[in-house]
């Protein structure tokens, strides 16, 4: 198995920034962390997991929810095995968990697809 675990949440105000990091550990059979690529999804109480960004396996190719577009930037370093989230200007609405997520295809944008899931971390934007 791939473990993701999330690191750096917490309580910003309205227009700060927070940097999130995911180190995995593990691997698979037949796939290492430099063979997924890696999102960041997040929940928001009362509201369904949403997908917020992905990388592929050798951060050739990103992609974002259009809400998060020029504001969040996900960058990874596999001789790390680690994946980052750099949020700036933060919103209250970005107010969520945010999990860590390991897939296998990068086509991978709902929460049913991923593989492998982290625990999640807090971000707080107060406004």
């Known amino acids: 198995q791939v473990q993701p675990v999330e690191s750096g949440g917490g309580l910003v105000q309205a227009g700060g920034s927070l940097r999130l990091s995911c180190a995995a550990s593990?691997?698979?059979?037949?796939?290492?962390?430099?063979?997924?690529?890696m999102a960041w999804f997040r929940q928001a109480p009362g509201k369904e997991r949403e997908f917020v960004a992905i990388?592929?396996?050798?951060?050739?190719?990103?992609d974002y929810v259009n809400s998060v577009k020029g504001r969040f930037t996900i960058s990874r370093d596999n001789a790390k095995n680690t994946v980052f989230l750099q949020m700036n200007n933060l919103k209250a609405e970005d107010t969520a968990v945010y999990y860590c997520?390991?897939?296998?295809?990068?086509?991978?944008?709902?929460?049913?697809?991923?593989?492998?899931w982290g625990k999640g971390t807090l971000v707080t934007v107060s406004s």
């Open positions: 997520a390991a897939a296998g295809d990068y086509t991978v944008r709902t929460a049913g697809r991923v593989d492998y």
């Open positions: 593990g691997r698979t059979s037949r796939r290492t962390f430099r063979d997924y690529s």
């Open positions: 990388i592929s396996p050798l951060a050739i190719s990103t």
